[in-house]
């Protein structure tokens, strides 16, 4: 990753004929994973600005090389970074996380900034040439975020985050039992695998699916520890969609493409899966895959895939050029992904 941000800040991507090479590094969401973060030994579900300050401390502590490359990223002449929210990485609705985020990477630790931008009033950023990014958690109802509301303010004053279900999901049951099973937190799709654990591991399979109920129920049903229950029609949406086996927003990219005639191009993430569709009106989804390491149970990605993919676009007089790519190294840094 480190030789990935020289790459795109140097060589072709540095000095051009006419000067500095304007490049945006857009970070779409779950770069700093909060979710897998814990808070004096425990996840907890009520996360306030000092809990999510400290949890921010420790991916910094734990990344400290990275942190290094991205200031040096952003010091270079026409570079920027932008930070979109996704669902692992709610606590960039605090400002002070914010700020925080923005001061590590900016070269001169300034903040605001003209170098680093952490957006978190809006789920998508657009460009005029028909260009659109979203992290894509916003399509699946367990994972969205309220971004009108993003806080719950509780009796003494005190302001937790609003996190959805998934978010829960993973820090009470998914964070608990991955020390039994280690990749549980890798595999996608869970309802596959839980599945299959009914007939090969059914005592462990059996503990997960019942805590999956008990925590469904009390933040669902009974309401969440925050005090704020969840709209029934919210939970019934929900519900419907989990029947839904294998999620790669294919669907959804195509109708927000066909419902909006000047949308050309819409990238996402979210899902894990790399993917390129062309249309046949001319219009394009791709999502930007992962660089974590995943246990896919979905027959079309078998297996256990290290493919450290990106999306790489060219916006020039108008015209949108976008490329899947994975990248490779040093001797070939990059070559066209073929899934």
Same mark, same amino acid.
């Given at each position: 990753?480190?030789?990935?941000?020289?790459?795109?800040?140097?060589?072709?991507?540095?000095?051009?004929?006419?000067?500095?090479?304007?490049?945006?590094?857009?970070?779409?969401?779950?770069?700093?994973?909060?979710?897998?973060?814990?808070?004096?030994?425990?996840?907890?579900?009520?996360? &306030?600005?000092?809990?999510?300050?400290?949890?921010?401390?420790?991916?910094?502590?734990?990344?400290?090389?990275?942190? &290094?490359?991205?200031?040096?990223?952003?010091?270079?002449?026409?570079?920027?970074?932008?930070?979109?929210?996704?669902?692992?990485?709610?606590?960039? $609705?605090?400002?002070?996380?914010?700020?925080?985020?923005?001061?590590?990477?900016?070269?001169?630790?300034?903040?605001?900034?003209?170098?680093?931008?952490?957006?978190?009033?809006?789920?998508?950023?657009?460009?005029?040439?028909?260009?659109?990014? @979203?992290?894509?958690?916003?399509?699946?109802?367990?994972?969205?975020?309220?971004?009108?509301?993003?806080?719950?303010?509780?009796?003494?004053?005190?302001?937790?985050?609003?996190?959805?279900?998934?978010?829960?999901?993973?820090?009470?049951?998914?964070?608990?039992?991955?020390?039994?099973?280690?990749?549980?937190?890798?595999?996608?799709?869970?309802?596959?695998?839980?599945?299959?654990?009914?007939? $090969?591991?059914?005592?462990? &399979?059996?503990? $997960?699916?019942?805590?999956?109920?008990?925590?469904?129920?009390?933040?669902?049903?009974? /309401? #969440?520890?925050?005090?704020?229950?969840?709209?029934?029609?919210?939970?019934?949406?929900?519900?419907?969609?989990?029947?839904?086996?294998?999620?790669?927003?294919?669907?959804?990219?195509?109708?927000?493409?066909?419902?909006?005639?000047?949308?050309?191009?819409?990238?996402?993430?979210?899902?894990?899966?790399?993917?390129? @569709?062309?249309?046949?009106?001319?219009? #394009?989804?791709?999502?930007?895959?992962?660089? &974590? @390491?995943?246990?896919?149970?979905?027959?079309?990605?078998? /297996?256990?895939?290290?493919?450290?993919?990106?999306?790489?676009?060219?916006?020039?007089?108008?015209?949108?050029?976008?490329?899947?790519? #994975?990248?490779? /190294?040093?001797?070939?840094?990059?070559?066209?992904?073929?899934?």
């Amino acid at each position: 990753m480190i030789d990935f941000f020289e790459y795109f800040s140097t060589g072709l991507y540095g000095e051009g004929s006419t000067g500095p090479v304007d490049v945006e590094l857009i970070i779409n969401g779950d770069y700093l994973d909060f979710l897998n973060v814990p808070y004096l030994g425990e996840f907890e579900e009520g996360i &306030t600005e000092e809990i999510a300050l400290t949890k921010l401390e420790a991916i910094f502590a734990g990344h400290s090389r990275v942190m &290094t490359a991205l200031k040096k990223f952003a010091s270079k002449p026409n570079k920027k970074i932008i930070y979109l929210v996704g669902n692992h990485d709610a606590e960039l $609705f605090f400002e002070k996380v914010r700020e925080r985020i923005t001061r590590e990477w900016d070269p001169e630790g300034q903040y605001p900034s003209e170098k680093v931008k952490v957006i978190a009033d809006q789920d998508r950023i657009r460009y005029e040439e028909g260009v659109e990014i @979203r992290h894509g958690n916003q399509f699946e109802v367990s994972n969205q975020l309220d971004f009108q509301e993003p806080f719950i303010e509780l009796g003494n004053g005190t302001k937790v985050l609003n996190i959805p279900w998934g978010s829960i999901y993973v820090l009470k049951i998914i964070n608990r039992l991955k020390w039994h099973r280690s990749n549980l937190d890798k595999i996608r799709p869970i309802k596959v695998f839980a599945f299959f654990g009914l007939i $090969f591991d059914p005592v462990f &399979t059996i503990q $997960f699916i019942s805590l999956s109920i008990f925590y469904f129920l009390r933040t669902r049903i009974m /309401g #969440q520890a925050q005090k704020k229950k969840s709209g029934f029609s919210h939970t019934m949406k929900m519900l419907s969609q989990e029947k839904t086996l294998f999620l790669d927003l294919d669907q959804e990219a195509r109708e927000t493409l066909d419902a909006d005639p000047s949308l050309n191009t819409i990238i996402m993430g979210h899902t894990h899966l790399p993917m390129h @569709r062309m249309y046949s009106n001319g219009k #394009q989804y791709l999502n930007s895959g992962t660089w &974590t @390491r995943m246990i896919y149970l979905d027959w079309r990605f078998i /297996g256990e895939p290290f493919r450290k993919t990106f999306v790489l676009v060219s916006l020039k007089n108008g015209e949108v050029k976008a490329e899947l790519n #994975q990248w490779a /190294g040093n001797k070939m840094p990059y070559q066209v992904y073929i899934g």
